[in-house]
């Protein structure tokens, strides 16, 4: 029986800065075989392993019809991303996954997609985002909605211009904060929500960011008309097996690593918003 | 084997090891061993631990790693067969759930399974209930019902013994055994009914147990934070929960490490940390994600409760709280469901 715990090396074979505290790595398993057969859906997300210092779950963010390698960007928020924001090219870490259930893109494909997100650019969402990019004749409009505390937060920022400029596909930028140069609006990103044209009955919203943004986002998408089903987001909790085990991402009888971390709002209507979920 | 003034399993040489005439007083916050009357060995219900420790392990190893290169071991148990005499159907149960957990279809641990494939179990019908057991309303004890290898029930004369597996048969077929009469037999049924008459307490049905999840905002779960100390006894003495916690060790000339897992408690502070905060920032939040997981979000996971009666949490608790009245009361009064 395989040893679901044990990870395999990765070698980093690029690393780029992002934003002051975000950075991307890209890497591929030491092992060829491995990384042949790794396989993953946008959504999913590996179990990283620094070396001595911890293990933590990071979102896959490249398309995964890239063979050759796989790109994690992360934010560095703890001891763990901390450390490894001190990773270079040609180092190695451990790899565990890909875990979870990514998104609905099967219940997506054929339909106009509405993208929300907020925070410093949501790594869950733009892995989906790029997916539907590449595969532009599958979907209908596609509509992305970032919203940032402070325009400076913007990463990406060139990528949301080529994407904005592509057939069907609309990018609103919101900032809390903002600077002269800034294109986008001020104020929520949820403001922009009751701006759109949502085509209900065709349409499905994906969404990743902090859980106010998208209870507030939820609202305004079910005050529309948009269905319970028609709703997904991606979760965050702490997460250590990745595999419904260790119990600590548990929302109501849901495993976030397992059964997530992307979630349909019907499937967890009951515990959001609820505090000790 | 009593040590430490509690029932323990440890290793036993002889069978004079197994005290005669040994009971236990359970009360909430209160266990006590005491003497009681004739000589029997399994008079007594059980001590702070079940089956677990001896499949999840309290603290191990899974792997360990070196830095220069890169490299990762596999470090899996090494165990010796062990059986474990007097396990009692409340922790049969609350191991086959564990299996469930552990050796689940899609992740099965290899550190679990290595340690369960090597137990040899000898269960024993209860002859009396402590007043903390209700397995009764849980369906699973006090009579055994399956998961043992050998089965026993004490009468005053001696024993009954009957095997429960290949493995047991195996065993059992070797023995010079006498079969049992009729009289025995009713003795046998007779004991154990009257253990389960001694049951004092109840958990609400499964059915009903589900509603917690619709009463998440009532006053009650204030009153028990009030009075829980979250120090995750309770956690620790029950024979089902699975928490637990991985984390790195370093060797001290920093060439090696280790990832070491030691069972978590939904009660500790770092059990629901998430990038520099806590999602159960609380006493209140701690017991209701406890609680209202044992018995309603392990129905969805499992198909059933997470609790089978052992009372343990109740006993070992140091300030008493019952979760079999805390249930109740959440379910009973006042508000209406959400």
Redesign the interface.
Known sequence: ?????????AVIDQRTQESPTIFTLRMQFEDDHAQQAFDFSPGQFNMV?L?????IAISIVNDPQDSHFFDHTIRV??RVSEGMSGLRPGD???IRGPFGRGWPLDEARGKDVLLVTGGLGCAPLVSVIRYLMNRRDQFGHITILQGVKHSSDLIWREQYDIWSREHEVKVLLAADVVTREWRGQQGMVTELIGELNLRIGRAIALLCGPELMMMAAIANLRSMGLADNQIWFSM???M??G??????C?I??KYVC?DGPVFCYSELA?FMG???? | MARDGAIQFAEMTSVEQLSPGLTNEQQPGRYRLRQGDGDRLFDWNHGPQGVKPHCFSPREV??S?Q?E????Q?R?PAQAPIALVGVRACDLAALSIQDK??L?A??????Y?QRREQLLLIGVDCAHSAETCFCVSTGDGPALDGGYDIGISELDEGFLLWPGSDKGQTITDRLALQPADDRQLESMLRISTQAAEEQQRSLPQPAELRRL??R?EHSHWQDVADRCLACGNCTAVCPTC???????E?SLD?EN?Q?V?QW?S?FSAG??????LL??A?V???Y??WL??KL??????QGRTGCTGCGRCISWCPVGIDLTQEAAAILREGSVDV
């Open positions: 029986m395989s040893d679901l715990y044990l990870p395999r090396t392993t070396f001595g210092v911890g293990e928020v703890g190695r870490v451990g965050e909790r702490n250590q097996c595999v419904g085990q260790c119990g600590h548990q109501g009888p397992r009951d609820t505090k000790g979920f | 899974l792997w790693e830095g290169p890169l490299r990762f596999p899996l957990h552990f689940h899609d992740a099965p641990d290899p550190h399974r999840y619709r998440l699975f928490c637990y916690d991985t984390g790195h370093m920093g490490a990832m897992r978590d939904c059990h629901s940390y998430m990038a520099g999602v159960r609380n209140l939040q701690r209701r994600q209202t997981h309603a979000g392990w129905q969805e996971q």
